[in-house]
């Protein structure tokens, strides 16, 4: 059985940086070195004020020391690294990108009323979950030993506990629905179309290539010349968003 440190180290980059700032953010929080007043999401505060890191910490901080806080690590340690080791892998960009994506558009429906949503955190992890839930559709899940059903409606079945629990409706329910997104723009229409709107722009790779992140492959950046672009430990064959 391997150390907690090995475990950490095979973790890929995205899944295992996201997932280590959420935890340390609330440490920090919870040390009361942090307050959660300085990290939520208030576009007042963003545009008039320049607080313009709310537009990041909202993502990282999940909720206090609890169940809850458990629960969405876990997700991002089980549900974000299967992910991105496996529909995901050797597809570092396009994972990144991929996060990207959920966290503009989680920021673009948070100022619509209906939608606003101080933390962002657990709407990302609900989109992380749901992609997951696509791509495996037909898992076998065991929940707290009660239930089995098949992935495709673990999110679902996320969003029923959270409402059981006394939880608000609507952060799932956000991951869900940029999820989705994500997935019909680029899965669901490219496959139909052979058109891809949410092909990982250059930029993305030029990122990954310049700090090693990760491997891509079909990458249409070169990696600098004194070295490769990725540590080469994940392997995998599906490369669809590239194409």
Same mark, same amino acid.
């Given at each position: 059985? !391997?150390s $907690?440190?090995?475990? +950490?180290?095979?973790? =890929?980059p995205?899944?295992?940086?996201?997932?280590?700032?959420?935890?340390?953010?609330?440490?920090?929080?919870?040390?009361?070195?942090? *307050?959660?007043?300085?990290?939520y999401?208030?576009?007042p505060?963003?545009?008039?004020k320049?607080?313009?890191?709310?537009?990041?910490? !909202?993502?990282?901080?999940?909720?206090?020391?609890?169940?809850?806080?458990?629960?969405?690590?876990?997700?991002?340690?089980? +549900?974000?690294?299967?992910?991105?080791?496996?529909a995901?892998?050797?597809?570092?960009?396009?994972?990144?990108?991929?996060?990207?994506f959920?966290?503009?558009?989680?920021?673009?429906?948070?100022i619509? =009323?209906?939608?606003n949503s101080?933390f962002?955190g657990? $709407?990302?992890?609900?989109?992380?979950?749901y992609?997951?839930?696509?791509?495996n =559709?037909?898992a076998?899940?065991?929940i +707290?030993?009660?239930?089995?059903l098949? &992935?495709?409606?673990?999110?679902?079945?996320?969003?029923?506990?959270d409402?059981?629990?006394?939880? !608000?409706?609507?952060?799932g329910?956000l991951?869900?629905?940029v999820g989705h997104?994500?997935?019909?723009?680029?899965?669901?229409h490219?496959?139909?179309?052979?058109?891809?709107?949410?092909?990982? $722009?250059?930029?993305? *790779?030029?990122?990954?290539s310049?700090?090693?992140?990760?491997?891509?492959?079909n &990458? $249409?950046v070169?990696p600098?010349?004194?070295?490769?672009?990725? &540590?080469?430990?994940?392997r995998g064959? !599906? +490369?669809?968003?590239?194409?």
């Amino acid at each position: 059985m !391997s150390s $907690p440190a090995e475990y +950490y180290k095979s973790l =890929p980059p995205i899944s295992k940086a996201y997932g280590t700032l959420c935890f340390f953010t609330t440490v920090l929080v919870q040390l009361q070195i942090l *307050h959660p007043l300085f990290l939520y999401l208030d576009y007042p505060l963003v545009f008039k004020k320049f607080e313009i890191w709310r537009l990041l910490t !909202s993502f990282f901080f999940l909720a206090p020391f609890s169940m809850k806080f458990g629960i969405r690590l876990l997700m991002i340690a089980r +549900y974000g690294v299967m992910l991105e080791k496996g529909a995901f892998d050797k597809r570092t960009a396009d994972f990144l990108w991929m996060m990207i994506f959920g966290a503009i558009s989680l920021l673009v429906l948070s100022i619509i =009323p209906l939608f606003n949503s101080f933390f962002l955190g657990i $709407p990302m992890v609900s989109m992380l979950l749901y992609v997951w839930s696509r791509e495996n =559709p037909n898992a076998q899940i065991n929940i +707290y030993g009660l239930v089995q059903l098949r &992935s495709f409606y673990l999110p679902w079945a996320m969003l029923l506990l959270d409402v059981i629990f006394g939880s !608000s409706l609507m952060p799932g329910l956000l991951g869900i629905m940029v999820g989705h997104l994500y997935y019909f723009f680029a899965v669901l229409h490219p496959l139909a179309t052979g058109k891809n709107y949410l092909k990982t $722009p250059k930029w993305v *790779h030029k990122i990954v290539s310049r700090f090693r992140i990760g491997m891509q492959a079909n &990458s $249409p950046v070169r990696p600098p010349a004194n070295g490769n672009s990725g &540590s080469g430990v994940f392997r995998g064959r !599906s +490369y669809r968003l590239n194409q």
